[in-house]
């Protein structure tokens, strides 16, 4: 560029300043109209295309299963609690909420109970019947004297009125207890609930899980116990509170932290006023265009924001640096802007090139949370680079004769003086000590890389309501969702077999299946069906069917008992019995697939699932064939992580492409773009070593390191070669700006620490480490490389000075 063009930038800044503020601010006030428009959606599945294979099957299963979309109820009881009282004011309450669905069945346990232990009062089923063989029996002589015939039949009506009136008074009792299941130590009662409303409605699940627990609250005082919430509905809300909180609270503490690494670093209040009002409209702005092309922040661009905050705010460092360094020295702003321009456009201008290439990349992945990840962050940066290269100069130059510098930037600027001398004088020591260490990091970086997690932290806190009842709940009733997942067997194949080979993979405990269930709750079938033929003439009697009939008792009682004693072996009692089951039962042991049957099993693994990579420990030990077996959420993750994996590989190669041409384009010296690719690669993959020893696994978040620290390093790299060529003696200038800039990203992601959840917290320390490292890269070795040239050219001016 030649000096024509940063005269005409410079004059337009100054003549316009009126009208850029203007501008500014009419595009502020409506962004932040749409910017209170957007919305959170927190859902892990969306990251990759909805009409994906994967998505579809998930979905499918999810139907079959029918186990999405429902909200548990916890009751933790005491001694003296009804649980059937409790159950039935909750049921009351429900039956009130215009969106409330049903309840779903507690389990198989209850039917089976319900149409077999507690068939009914079968003392006087037997009487009944009895009477009333005696009664056919005794018409057959055709006495009409014999009052034998009267007694039997005033015998068999008695017992009807009796059972009838046993039948009425425990009708709602038998209601109400399909819908609720006891833990074995009876301290704990469940209830599910479904709804007419998906809880992918996101304002709805807040809606009604809000709605629930101030129903809650009103019976925790009634019956003086303790109520929780868990599964979807309020997985949901709570993940989408947590990020939204996360959101708030990160972007504010990023802002403060940044404010006042300006205040000591520039010490003007007027100065760093201008620079916090451009950050806030920078980020308005950025929210706006969001709000108009993708309506909702999925769960990546939630932290979209706070990363273009520490990007952003790297370009008003630079322009400020120099503009007031220059103003204060020259006392004439025109020439101050000039010489700014002149100094910092091109390397501003080539830094948020290579990192808006960097984000685009992401688009190529083709997954919609990366795409529109790299599309915020871009659109984002380049919102940022305008209101610093533009709308800071023209405020401050308004205010410029308000404008003063501290005597403590003094002591600041000796600091990086000292610096810029002895960082080269001391490289060679420097590199042999840095450049070993940085090695050994790569090394275990690589191999944390490989052990690439299936399993990312959590959204929300453990000290989450639904985690902590969910655990409870667990522990009450002796089973772990945690360690357990669903393996469907076609009904023809070999339990005995599969169970065996699942079993050998040496991860899985036990497997169950419906027949184990079936036989937990009625004992040997054997003698269940030496009880079913005692029954099966009684059943038979047409009077005591039509009474069973009555009170809708035939289906789960007489059917059952016709089940078990035409089933030969308990196996295929198991799968007659599932026929008569209602769907919301049926469901959770039969599956449906490609015109198939299958029953499901109950896989309990040794290693949590949703822990230390236990998805992927799992599904490694698992054919092709069998991991298809597995149905839900484990599986869609396990295919989704693997797509993740296999596509980053796209953006990293375009990243570490366009970073090296850049650098090219800019420096036109092959030797520093092979430096620069080096470095940040290096820097990059050496802050997964340090995650390494920090417990911090490799994750689909916290591999968009790569990108982010290229991004980020490449904007140092470029002014710190431009500045070393162009003036040897002052590029300490540049080690203090490139040093700010790297702090406020630092301070930025680290400020995700507040955060409720370890999702985010796992990325930020990765992102952290990797500032650092580039920080190591970029400040001290770059001069390290260059000491010759350095203190050569120092020793030149003191040389002269002596003369």
């Given at each position: 560029?030649?000096?024509?063009?940063?005269?005409?930038?410079?004059?337009?800044?100054?003549?316009?300043?009126?009208?850029?503020?203007?501008?500014?601010?009419?595009?502020?006030?409506?962004?932040?109209?749409?910017?209170?428009?957007?919305?959170?959606?927190?859902?892990?599945?969306?990251?990759?295309?909805?009409?994906?294979?994967i998505?579809?099957?998930?979905?499918?299963?999810?139907?079959?299963?029918?186990?999405?979309?429902?909200?548990?109820?916890?009751?933790?009881?005491?001694?003296?609690?009804?649980?059937?009282?409790?159950?039935l004011?909750?049921?009351?309450?429900?039956?009130?909420?215009?969106?409330?669905?049903?309840?779903?069945?507690?389990?198989?346990?209850?039917?089976?109970?319900?149409?077999?232990v507690?068939?009914?009062?079968?003392?006087?089923?037997?009487?009944?019947?009895?009477?009333?063989?005696?009664?056919?029996?005794?018409?057959k002589?055709?006495?009409?004297?014999?009052?034998?015939?009267?007694?039997?039949?005033?015998?068999?009506?008695?017992?009807?009125?009796?059972?009838?009136?046993?039948?009425?008074?425990?009708?709602?009792?038998?209601?109400?207890?399909?819908?609720?299941?006891?833990?074995?130590?009876?301290?704990?009662?469940?209830?599910?609930?479904?709804?007419?409303?998906?809880?992918?409605?996101?304002?709805?699940?807040?809606?009604?899980?809000?709605?629930?627990?101030?129903?809650?609250?009103?019976?925790?005082?009634?019956?003086?116990?303790?109520?929780?919430?868990?599964?979807?509905?309020?997985t949901?809300?709570?993940?989408?509170?947590?990020?939204?909180?996360?959101?708030?609270?990160?972007?504010?503490l990023?802002?403060?932290?940044?404010?006042?690494?300006?205040?000591?670093?520039?010490?003007?209040i007027?100065?760093?006023?201008?620079?916090?009002?451009?950050?806030?409209?920078?980020?308005?702005?950025?929210?706006?265009?969001?709000?108009?092309?993708?309506?909702?922040?999925?769960?990546?661009?939630?932290?979209?924001?706070?990363?273009?905050?520490?990007?952003?705010?790297?370009?008003?460092?630079?322009?400020?640096?120099?503009?007031?360094?220059?103003?204060?020295?020259?006392?004439?702003?025109?020439?101050?802007?000039?010489?700014?321009?002149?100094?910092?456009?091109?390397?501003?201008?080539?830094?948020?090139?290579?990192?808006?290439?960097?984000?685009?990349?992401?688009?190529?992945?083709?997954?919609?949370a990366?795409?529109?990840?790299?599309?915020?962050?871009?659109?984002?940066?380049?919102?940022?680079?305008?209101?610093?290269?533009?709308f800071?100069?023209?405020?401050?130059?308004?205010?410029?004769?308000?404008?003063?510098?501290?005597?403590?930037?003094?002591?600041?600027n000796?600091?990086?003086?000292?610096?810029?001398?002895?960082?080269?004088?001391?490289?060679?020591?420097?590199?042999?000590?840095?450049?070993?260490?940085?090695?050994?990091?790569?090394?275990?970086?690589?191999?944390?890389i490989?052990?690439?997690?299936y399993?990312?932290?959590?959204?929300?806190?453990?000290k989450?309501?639904?985690?902590?009842?969910?655990?409870?709940?667990?522990?009450?009733?002796?089973?772990?969702?945690?360690?357990?997942?669903?393996?469907?067997?076609r009904?023809?194949?070999?339990?005995?077999?599969?169970?065996?080979?699942?079993?050998?993979?040496?991860?899985?405990?036990?497997?169950?299946?419906?027949?184990?269930?079936?036989?937990?709750?009625?004992?040997?079938?054997?003698?269940?069906?030496?009880?079913?033929?005692?029954?099966?003439?009684?059943?038979?009697?047409?009077?005591?069917?039509?009474?069973?009939?009555?009170?809708?008792?035939?289906?789960?009682?007489?059917?059952?008992?016709?089940?078990?004693?035409?089933?030969?072996?308990?196996?295929?009692?198991?799968?007659?019995?599932?026929?008569?089951?209602?769907?919301?039962?049926?469901?959770?042991?039969?599956?449906?697939?490609?015109?198939?049957?299958?029953?499901?099993?109950?896989?309990?693994?040794?290693?949590?699932?949703?822990?230390?990579?236990?998805?992927?420990?799992?599904?490694?030990e698992?054919?092709?064939?069998?991991?298809?077996?597995?149905v839900?959420l484990?599986?869609?993750?396990?295919?989704?992580?693997?797509m993740?994996?296999?596509?980053?590989?796209?953006?990293?190669?375009?990243?570490?492409?366009?970073?090296?041409?850049?650098?090219?384009?800019?420096?036109?010296?092959?030797?520093?773009?092979?430096?620069?690719?080096?470095g940040?690669?290096?820097?990059?993959?050496?802050?997964?070593?340090?995650?390494?020893?920090?417990?911090?696994?490799?994750?689909f978040?916290?591999?968009?390191?790569?990108?982010?620290?290229?991004?980020?390093?490449?904007?140092?790299?470029?002014?710190?070669?431009?500045?070393?060529?162009?003036?040897?003696?002052?590029?300490?200038?540049?080690?203090?700006?490139?040093?700010?800039?790297?702090?406020?990203?630092?301070?930025?992601?680290?400020?995700?620490?507040?955060?409720e959840?370890?999702?985010?917290?796992?990325?930020?320390?990765?992102?952290?480490?990797?500032i650092?490292?580039?920080?190591?890269?970029?400040?001290?070795?770059?001069?390290?490389?260059?000491?010759?040239?350095?203190?050569?050219?120092?020793?030149?001016?003191?040389?002269?000075?002596?003369?």
């Open positions: 560029m030649n000096k024509n063009f940063y005269e005409k930038m410079t004059n337009f800044v100054i003549k316009n300043s009126k009208i850029i503020i203007i501008i500014v601010a009419v595009l502020t006030a409506i962004s932040s109209f749409l910017a209170t428009k957007i919305g959170i959606d927190s859902d892990l599945l969306k990251i990759i295309p909805q009409d994906s294979p998505i579809q099957e998930y979905n499918y299963e999810q139907k079959e299963l029918s186990s999405s979309d429902i909200m548990i109820t916890s009751f933790f009881l005491n001694e003296n609690s009804d649980p059937e009282k409790i159950a004011d909750f049921y009351d309450f429900m039956q009130n909420e215009p969106t409330f669905n049903n309840f779903t069945e507690t389990d198989l346990s209850f039917l089976l109970s319900f149409g077999l507690y068939l009914g009062d079968t003392d006087i089923l037997e009487t009944i019947s009895s009477s009333i063989n005696d009664f056919f029996e005794a018409a002589s055709a006495n009409p004297y014999d009052f034998k015939t009267i007694e039997y039949l005033n015998t068999a009506i008695e017992n009807v009125y009796q059972l009838e009136s046993n039948l009425s008074n425990n009708n709602a009792t038998t209601e109400i207890s399909s819908y609720y299941a006891l833990s074995p130590d009876k301290k704990v009662m469940i209830m599910g609930s479904t709804f007419t409303k998906p809880v992918t409605d996101l304002d709805y699940a807040s809606y009604i899980v809000q709605k629930i627990k101030k129903q809650s609250d009103q019976l925790e005082k009634k019956y003086d116990i303790e109520i929780g919430l868990t599964n979807a509905y309020v949901q809300y709570e993940s989408n509170k947590a990020i939204s909180n996360d959101f708030s609270k990160t972007t504010i990023s802002v403060i932290l940044i404010i006042t690494v300006f205040i000591i670093a520039f010490g003007s007027y100065t760093t006023i201008v620079v916090f009002v451009s950050l806030i409209i920078s980020m308005v702005m950025t929210m706006g265009v969001s709000q108009l092309l993708f309506t909702n922040l999925n769960i990546i661009t939630t932290f979209v924001i706070a990363i273009t905050l520490g990007l952003g705010i790297d370009y008003g460092i630079h322009i400020v640096t120099v503009l007031i360094n220059e103003y204060k020295n020259r006392n004439d702003f025109e020439q101050a802007l000039f010489i700014t321009y002149k100094n910092t456009f091109i390397p501003l201008l080539f830094g948020v090139l290579t990192t808006v290439v960097v984000f685009l990349s992401l688009t190529l992945m083709g997954l919609p990366f795409t529109e990840m790299g599309l915020m962050s871009s659109y984002g940066l380049l919102i940022f680079f305008f209101m610093m290269v533009f800071v100069p023209a405020v401050i130059y308004l205010i410029r004769d308000k404008i003063k510098v501290s005597n403590f930037i003094i002591y600041i000796r600091l990086f003086k000292k610096l810029g001398y002895r960082i080269p004088k001391h490289g060679n020591v420097i590199s042999y000590i840095i450049i070993p260490i940085i090695v050994v990091l790569i090394g275990f970086g690589i191999m944390n490989i052990n690439f997690s399993t990312p932290p959590g959204m929300i806190s453990e989450s309501e639904s985690i902590i009842v969910g655990e409870k709940i667990s522990e009450a009733f002796g089973t772990n969702t945690f360690k357990s997942t669903k393996y469907i067997m009904i023809d194949e070999n339990f005995d077999k599969i169970s065996a080979d699942l079993l050998s993979t040496g991860l899985v405990d036990k497997v169950e299946s419906l027949p184990d269930m079936i036989k937990s709750q009625i004992g040997n079938f054997s003698d269940l069906k030496s009880k079913i033929n005692e029954y099966s003439q009684i059943v038979k009697n047409p009077i005591v069917v039509s009474l069973l009939k009555k009170y809708n008792m035939y289906n789960n009682s007489l059917d059952l008992i016709n089940i078990a004693s035409k089933s030969k072996d308990l196996y295929q009692f198991s799968l007659n019995i599932s026929e008569i089951l209602p769907e919301t039962v049926k469901s959770n042991f039969i599956f449906e697939k490609n015109n198939e049957k299958y029953m499901i099993l109950n896989v309990y693994t040794s290693i949590e699932l949703w822990k230390d990579n236990g998805i992927k420990l799992l599904f490694d698992l054919n092709p064939e069998s991991q298809e077996r597995v839900g484990s599986k869609a993750m396990f295919k989704i992580m693997t993740v994996k296999q596509k980053f590989i796209i953006p990293m190669i375009v990243s570490f492409a366009s970073i090296w041409l850049l650098t090219l384009i800019s420096r036109k010296k092959i030797g520093e773009a092979f430096e620069a690719f080096v940040l690669f290096a820097a990059s993959a050496a802050s997964f070593g340090i995650g390494y020893f920090f417990g911090i696994e490799t994750t978040v916290t591999l968009m390191t790569f990108p982010l620290v290229f991004g980020i390093g490449a904007d140092g790299f470029i002014h710190l070669f431009h500045s070393i060529d162009e003036d040897k003696i002052h590029y300490w200038h540049t080690l203090k700006s490139v040093t700010l800039s790297f702090l406020t990203s630092a301070l930025t992601f680290g400020s995700f620490q507040i955060s959840g370890d999702f985010l917290k796992a990325f930020a320390w990765t992102m952290v480490f990797g650092v490292l580039t920080w190591i890269f970029t400040v001290v070795l770059i001069p390290s490389f260059r000491r010759k040239s350095i203190i050569g050219e120092w020793n030149k001016k003191n040389n002269n000075k002596r003369n």
